[in-house]
């Protein structure tokens, strides 16, 4: 199975301050039609998780664009611009290219 | 809109088989996409299990491969999760979502395996 390691696994912010998630693949999430099937998700406390961005880097309607994704291959990038306190939660990436779908151990958004 | 509302027991015995139902409004789900289960254990980790097509096909994660099922009543709009032989370890929180993407989740069922 393909294996997503996110970092930090805890992350402390100010509101207003920017912050970035990574998330390493142990194998390429380039799928031989072209795409990535890298995503981010959010889970609020006593939420189900949301998505966020699908496809490495495509906003979900509805979504801030305060949030941003980056990346190719085995490493990816989610960028919070500005975090507010509707931001706070644990994020997990997931990837949908290989079988079975997998996703990473999550990364908590605190508030320092 | 489209909403998917999970169901079931909240407690099953040790040995015993899960079943959860998902019912979907706001779509048809054999107009399109695919249809999983999925678990998150205390703590953090997330856990894709399986998923029914709109065709009809399904796909399991080979860690479950020989306890799961997962079925449909397309009258109904619904699908549904049984997992068999089930142990403590499968206690969870239980959600159905839409696509390889999972754009619409389910609120979640916790499910608590205990005798």
């Known amino acids: 199975d393909v294996v997503l390691t996110q970092t930090p696994p805890t992350l402390s912010a100010t509101i207003g301050q920017s912050v970035s998630i990574s998330c390493r693949s142990s194998?390429?999430?380039?799928?031989?039609?072209?795409?990535?099937?890298l995503n981010w998700l959010l889970q609020r406390p006593g939420q189900p998780p949301q998505l966020l961005i699908y496809?490495?880097?495509r906003l979900e309607s509805g979504v801030p664009n305060r949030f941003s994704g980056s990346g190719s291959g085995t490493d990816f990038t989610l960028k919070i611009s500005g975090v507010e306190a509707e931001d706070l939660g644990v994020y997990y990436c997931?990837?949908?290219?290989?079988?079975?779908?997998?996703f990473g151990g999550g990364t908590k958004l605190e508030l320092k | 809109e489209i909403q998917l509302q999970e169901s079931g027991p909240g407690l099953v015995k040790p040995s015993q088989s899960l079943s959860l139902t998902c019912s979907v409004t706001?779509?048809?789900?054999?107009?399109?996409?695919?249809w999983s289960w999925i678990r998150k254990f205390p703590g953090n980790k997330m856990e894709w299990m399986g998923y029914?097509?709109?065709?009809?096909?399904?796909n399991y994660n080979p860690s479950l491969k020989s306890r799961i099922s997962i079925t449909r009543d397309t009258s109904k709009n619904q699908f549904f999760l049984q997992l068999n032989s089930v142990t403590t370890e499968d206690t969870a929180t239980y959600y159905c979502?839409?696509?390889?993407?999972?754009?619409?989740w389910g609120q979640g069922v916790m499910v608590t395996v205990s005798s």
């Open positions: 979502a839409r696509k390889y993407y999972f754009d619409y």
């Open positions: 496809l490495v880097s």
């Open positions: 194998q390429s999430l380039l799928h031989s039609n072209g795409n990535t099937y």
């Open positions: 029914i097509s709109y065709s009809g096909s399904t």
């Open positions: 997931v990837q949908s290219t290989h079988a079975p779908r997998t």
């Open positions: 706001g779509y048809t789900i054999t107009s399109g996409y695919d």
